[in-house]
């Protein structure tokens, strides 16, 4: 079970006050733990082994292991909750064993199209077109160039072979798939884009990179099982939810995720997806950043310190750090002869706590640790984020599974580009 621990030496959050705050909102979990009926139809990923779980693990491996055995290139065409999640899991974990996945759907930009595409030679190639309403600009858009990308090279009918789609049963990208022969797996549809880390919409993708989407489920089914039990005082889903509503109160308007991975940059892709579009409607809501440390300590350091106090951090703690190297001394005086025989695990380790030390001076920090980055973690991370995100909205008093917000700049671009209707 991952832990959160709160260091502030602002003395503006209390853990009193915070033990407090968490009593108080006992209904608020009690309500989420056993899912609100007016949040039926959007729900689905509550209970992770209804829309996931071993059964869908083994199905995902096995569609992975049949594509692998001809093609060695998975092109992932989705864009926000249709492509975070999976590409959170292909940036963390090394996978000597999977497919090279690819990332399209996600751009507008014919440079970075071109560039995908540039990606493709000399590769065999299988694609999944992920959308769960197949009316988005960026996937729809990408999945006509990169099928017909594959029909020039491979011809129709061995292209077929290679186009998967994840869709809702029953939507346009449903019919298509029936009329020209491509493989159809369901997007569920009690489950919003951003709330689909650990259904088949991920599982598949995941399972095409190498990883091992079993471990993955099970650690989403423990960290489940836990949040869904555990009562308001040791429930770390409601103790997160609660600190971040506390500090909401106290005026703070944002919220940094930082830690000390760079290879955590795609959970925090999808972490700023996941509370931006959950809490951010009706004029509230924290505003969701990251900060990859210690590089953007050189750039964004200086503001967290000293700028405007209007955010609080969250360290993602990683306990094992899973790889080392020393700085073995090569006779030269460099001037940094403090290093000798050190390991790159000690400097990353005194630039955390040094980091926290400093930050806590000036804004409220919590500290969230998990033991190590592998699937059952990663699993146990989405549901627990997934969760919590639940709580928060509720708290602030909004529907967290909408994102009506995001509709105004498109009703503008469809209008630009002649769509009927709009
Ligand atoms: O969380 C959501 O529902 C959205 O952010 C979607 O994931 C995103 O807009 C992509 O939608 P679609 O899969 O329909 O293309």
């Given at each position: 079970m991952l832990q959160l621990e709160l260091t502030d030496q602002?003395?503006?959050?209390?853990d009193m006050e915070w033990a407090a705050a968490v009593a108080a909102a006992g209904p608020v979990l009690a309500r989420a733990q056993a899912g609100e009926a007016r949040y039926a139809d959007s729900?689905?990923?509550?209970?992770?082994?209804?829309?996931?779980?071993q059964d869908w693990a083994e199905r995902a491996a096995a569609l992975a292991q049949k594509l692998h055995s001809f093609a060695d290139t998975f092109v992932v065409i989705g864009v926000g909750g249709s492509n975070n999640a999976a590409r959170t899991v292909a940036e963390a974990l090394d996978l000597p064993g999977g497919m090279k996945i690819v990332w399209a759907?996600?751009?507008?930009s014919p440079h970075a199209m071109n560039r995908m595409l540039a990606r493709l030679e000399g590769r065999s190639v299988v694609i999944d077109c992920i959308a769960?309403?197949?009316?988005?600009l960026e996937p729809g858009a990408s999945f006509r160039v990169l099928r017909r990308y594959l029909c020039d090279r491979y011809g129709r009918e061995e292209a077929a072979r290679r186009i998967l789609c994840t869709g809702t049963p029953g939507s346009p990208l449903e019919k298509l798939c029936a009329e020209q022969g491509y493989t159809f797996l369901p997007f569920p549809e009690p489950i919003g884009g951003r709330f689909?880390?650990?259904?088949p919409v991920h599982l598949v993708p995941m399972a095409a990179a190498g990883a091992d989407v079993a471990a993955l489920c099970r650690g989403a089914e423990e960290m489940a099982a836990a949040l869904r039990s555990l009562p308001a005082a040791q429930n770390p889903a409601l103790r997160y939810a609660v600190l971040r509503h506390l500090l909401w109160q106290k005026g703070y308007r944002a919220e940094l995720l930082s830690c000390?991975?760079?290879?955590m940059k795609g959970l925090f892709s999808w972490w700023e997806q996941l509370f931006a579009e959950s809490e951010g409607k009706d004029g509230v809501g924290l505003l969701p950043v990251t900060g990859e440390f210690s590089e953007q300590l050189h750039s964004l350091g200086q503001f967290i310190q000293?700028?405007?106090?209007?955010l609080f951090e969250t360290f993602l703690q990683?306990?094992?750090?899973q790889a080392s190297l020393s700085l073995h001394?090569?006779?030269?005086?460099?001037?940094?002869?403090?290093?000798?025989?050190?390991?790159f695990e000690d400097l990353n380790r005194a630039a955390f706590s040094a980091t926290r030390t400093a930050h806590s001076a000036t804004l409220p920090c919590l500290t969230l640790t998990i033991d190590r980055v592998d699937e059952k973690n990663l699993g146990g991370l989405f549901y627990f984020f997934q969760f919590a995100c639940y709580l928060s909205a509720s708290l602030l008093g909004v529907?967290?599974?909408?994102?009506?917000?995001?509709e105004a700049y498109k009703g503008w671009m469809f209008r630009a580009l002649g769509k009927p209707g709009a």
């Open positions: 602002t003395g503006i959050l209390t729900l689905g990923w509550l209970d992770p082994t209804v829309w996931g779980g759907g996600n751009t507008l769960k309403n197949f009316e988005t689909t880390a650990l259904s000390f991975e760079p290879r000293d700028g405007s106090h209007f990683i306990k094992e750090q001394p090569d006779g030269v005086q460099d001037g940094f002869g403090y290093l000798d025989d050190k390991d529907n967290p599974f909408d994102q009506s917000g995001v």
